[in-house]
């Protein structure tokens, strides 16, 4: 549980006057709950902790909010209200009011934050008291997704690397004649490889460069997207410089590797084969 | 169209090496869409296999979430004799959930435990042991072999637990005794599980109430099956939620599950541009490089039909032997993303992300057909808009 109690609203009737009942409760709505209901700043509303609407509570809304967007959640409506700790508990009649989910507890010295969890869990052995720093589910759950986007990536790089293997054949192949005469008037075999493996960086690094400002002028795309999707400010892809980085180390070695096995398989024939004398 | 395809095979064995490179591409290509078109639905499958293997139909908890997240249902015993009187009801299970410790072991995991009625079907599957007896006093406790393997347990095991309920206070350690090893449904693959009578897990949290997380119906065939439990128990409870498997299933789809959807959509779309754009350039390429060949057989009297035919069976022939491959590498490749997005926490250990299919490979080959005719549309428009004689002459004098 956050700061305040946060659970599923029934909006029940709207623009209800309640001139004999006691003033509503302070409530705040989320933007979706407020957006999918149509409701306003300033509107009184019931609200129940069930779908019949039993025993329905008066409330006023007095803001409206952006739920704090949360990956682990992010495929969830958050159609939810923050109201009063004591006014949940009048609604949660079902518990008694002085259950409670979670707390959260500030630190003065956040360094302590351990220590004060076992403290905790020694003093109070029904409880279970966690850092919010220490590494949790969620940090391996992103963890293994960004396992499974690399292991993608890695086929599409060997399949794109295959059809840049052809296509470098076909490039050289075509130049065969070409080669042939520069290796009769004296030019060595490492010094066309050299040229095919400078010309092959070249192009690696320029398909390299332009795959990333081309993912870079994609990202809000995907993200208004995905965000439009599931309704959440939620940022779902950012090309971080160490993402450029990891893509450049990935594609251009299959560029040279690539030109240099289309140069290897045209330089290993005779000169004189290959103009045909 | 059968010459047309042989000449564009004799045309590609002419270049094997092109070939073996341009299928190899495609392989992997393919490969990968027919990957994320078992993910766009694997979790679903796998999912409402899961759900039809337990033996319940229907489950009811207090909340509108589809799982245990909202308020325990009361009054539980009053609500099953009820509920048992139903002719569309053939059994209710009641489960109750916990957190526990083992006493004298560090705490750094905890248990769950799950109180259920023990003379109702159960939600595990015995693999050792027997079934556990209510009355038996320890009281019988059946573990998951993660639990039995972590704490060295064998069936007739003393166990001390120590609940963790949520309570500033801790009631008396419960004494049990291990009844059985068991594989429980919807278990992680490293979640430590227990379950014993709700009896024993009340008193494992102090607690005084007749209390339940969530109810689990087996529906009667004969009287309507779970559409008709569903129906009877919102007639009984309003306050109470049932859903059958269908309803959870299509939950799932539009929500939980859903990131894998859009997610395998989007690679998809992205995957067959990409393929689509590289047969396009290679078959280009390709094509650039016979125009005299090409214009020769144009003058011989090869139709302009004839030679776009050809260029659509060499695009035809690159994606169906590659497509053909990419089936079983796939299947392979799939089976390797399955076991990384499996060691995310809390997925239950039979739960697959990736699940072959027919209609997945019907899709699959659906859009490498497309694909095929789509990448020959430039190269086919190059051929057939060849100016012959000028193209001869260029031949002639280069």
């Given at each position: 549980m956050r700061r305040t109690a946060s659970f599923l609203a029934v909006v029940l009737l709207t623009w209800t006057a309640l001139a004999a009942a006691p003033a509503p409760a302070d409530v705040l709505v989320s933007r979706q709950l407020l957006e999918r209901e149509h409701l306003a700043v300033g509107q009184t509303v019931e609200?129940?902790?069930?779908?019949?609407g039993t025993a329905a509570r008066p409330f006023r809304i007095v803001g409206v909010y952006e739920p704090t967007p949360d990956p682990m959640r992010f495929a969830q409506e958050r159609l939810e209200v923050r109201v009063h700790l004591p006014d949940a508990a009048a609604l949660e009649d079902r518990l008694p009011s002085s259950s409670l989910t979670s707390i959260n507890v500030e630190l003065r010295d956040r360094e302590d934050a351990a220590g004060f969890a076992s403290d905790v869990e020694r003093r109070l052995p029904g409880l279970t008291a966690k850092s919010t720093a220490a590494p949790d589910e969620r940090t391996s759950t992103f963890a293994v997704l960004d396992r499974f986007h690399l292991a993608i990536a890695m086929v599409t790089v060997f399949g794109s690397g295959a059809f840049l293997l052809a296509l470098m054949v076909m490039l050289v192949d075509e130049r065969r004649e070409t080669v042939a005469t520069l290796r009769l008037i004296g030019l060595t075999k490492q010094r066309l490889i050299a040229q095919v493996l400078v010309e092959g960086a070249l192009i690696a690094v320029a398909g390299a460069a332009f795959g990333v400002l081309f993912a870079r002028a994609a990202e809000p795309v995907f993200n208004r997207f995905f965000q439009w999707r599931y309704d959440t400010a939620l940022v779902f892809v950012r090309v971080t410089p160490a993402i450029a980085l990891r893509c450049v180390a990935l594609a251009v070695p299959v560029g040279l590797a690539a030109s240099a096995i289309a140069g290897w398989t045209i330089l290993r024939r005779r000169?004189?084969?290959?103009?045909g004398r | 169209m059968r010459r047309a395809l042989a000449f564009a095979w004799l045309r590609l064995r002419r270049e094997p090496g092109r070939m073996l490179l341009g299928v190899i591409g495609v392989t992997a290509i393919g490969a990968l869409l027919f990957d994320m078109l078992l993910l766009s639905n694997g979790l679903l499958v796998s999912f409402?296999?899961?759900?039809?293997?337990?033996g319940f139909d229907v489950r009811v908890i207090a909340s509108e979430s589809a799982v245990i997240a909202g308020p325990p249902i009361d009054h539980v015993s009053a609500k099953l004799t009820e509920l048992g009187r139903e002719p569309s009801i053939a059994a209710v299970q009641r489960v109750r959930v916990a957190s526990a410790d083992v006493a004298d072991h560090p705490s750094t995991r905890h248990l769950a435990v799950a109180g259920v009625d023990l003379g109702a079907p159960v939600p595990w599957t015995l693999l050792e042991g027997a079934p556990p007896n209510a009355q038996a006093s320890p009281a019988p406790l059946v573990i998951n072999r993660n639990f039995a393997r972590t704490f060295h347990l064998t069936v007739g095991s003393p166990v001390v637990l120590n609940g963790r309920c949520g309570d500033a206070s801790r009631p008396l350690p419960l004494d049990a005794t291990v009844a059985g090893v068991a594989e429980f449904q919807n278990d992680a693959a490293d979640a430590l599980t227990a379950a014993t009578s709700s009896q024993a897990v009340a008193a494992l949290c102090g607690e005084r109430g007749d209390l339940a997380d969530m109810l689990l119906v087996q529906s009667n065939p004969a009287a309507g099956g779970p559409d008709a439990a569903a129906a009877a128990i919102r007639a009984a409870f309003p306050a109470l939620h049932a859903l059958t498997n269908e309803q959870i299933v299509e939950r799932f789809s539009r929500v939980e599950f859903s990131y894998f959807r859009q997610l395998s959509s989007v690679l998809?779309?992205?995957?067959l541009f990409f393929g689509l754009l590289l047969i396009t350039v290679l078959l280009t390429?390709?094509?650039?490089?016979?125009?005299?060949?090409?214009a020769a057989l144009r003058a011989l009297g090869l139709s302009r039909a004839r030679v776009m035919a050809g260029v659509l069976c060499e695009s035809a022939l690159f994606i169906g032997l590659g497509g053909i491959a990419a089936v079983p590498i796939g299947g392979l490749l799939s089976r390797w993303l399955d076991a990384i997005l499996r060691s995310m926490p809390g997925i239950p250990a039979d739960a697959r992300f990736f699940v072959f299919t027919l209609h997945a490979l019907?899709?699959?080959a659906a859009l490498l057909v497309i694909g095929a005719v789509l990448a020959a549309v430039y190269p086919m428009r190059l051929v057939a808009t060849l100016p012959i004689a000028a193209t001869l002459r260029r031949e002639v004098v280069s």
């Open positions: 609200l129940s902790s069930d779908a019949a000169a004189l084969l290959t103009v | 409402r296999e899961r759900l039809d293997r337990s998809t779309t992205v995957t390429v390709s094509v650039n490089q016979q125009l005299g060949e090409i019907e899709v699959h």
